[in-house]
């Protein structure tokens, strides 16, 4: 059973920063691609960004391409989160996905409990 938690959401104004973390025990990024999913009030569950197992390939949505960053350190993941905007006001999930498969939702086998960040205008 793997555990994943994450921490560091709140409450920001619109242009702001926030870094996300994702914790687990050791060794799971290695055997997962791990990232971040979204989901936004009323709205469905979307992928925000991937990080490969070997930490060498990255992947983003277009919708914050250029603005978050994505990496990971021995057993943490982060989302760096800059010029956030209140479109990305959401509840946000690190997942833990088989590297054989594709990373979507379904796909998932691990996720965290999740972690609020409002973007206030």
């Known amino acids: 059973q793997v555990q994943l938690q994450e921490s560091g959401g709140g409450l920001v104004q619109a242009g702001g920063s926030l870094r996300l973390s994702c914790a687990a025990h050791?060794?799971?990024?290695?055997?997962?691609?791990m990232g971040w999913f979204r989901r936004a009030p009323g709205k469905e569950r979307e992928f925000v960004a991937l990080?490969?197992?070997?930490?060498?390939s990255t992947y983003y949505a277009d919708s914050v391409k250029g603005r978050f960053t994505i990496s990971k350190r021995n057993d943490e993941m982060y989302l760096q989160m800059n010029s956030l905007n209140p479109e990305d006001t959401a509840v946000y999930y690190c997942?833990?996905?088989?590297?054989?498969?594709?990373?979507?939702?379904?796909?998932?086998?691990?996720w965290g409990k999740g972690t609020l960040v409002t973007v206030s205008s």
């Open positions: 050791e060794g799971t990024f290695s055997r997962y691609t």
């Open positions: 997942a833990a996905a088989p590297i054989a498969e594709p990373y979507r939702a379904q796909n998932v086998h691990y």
């Open positions: 990080i490969s197992w070997s930490g060498e």
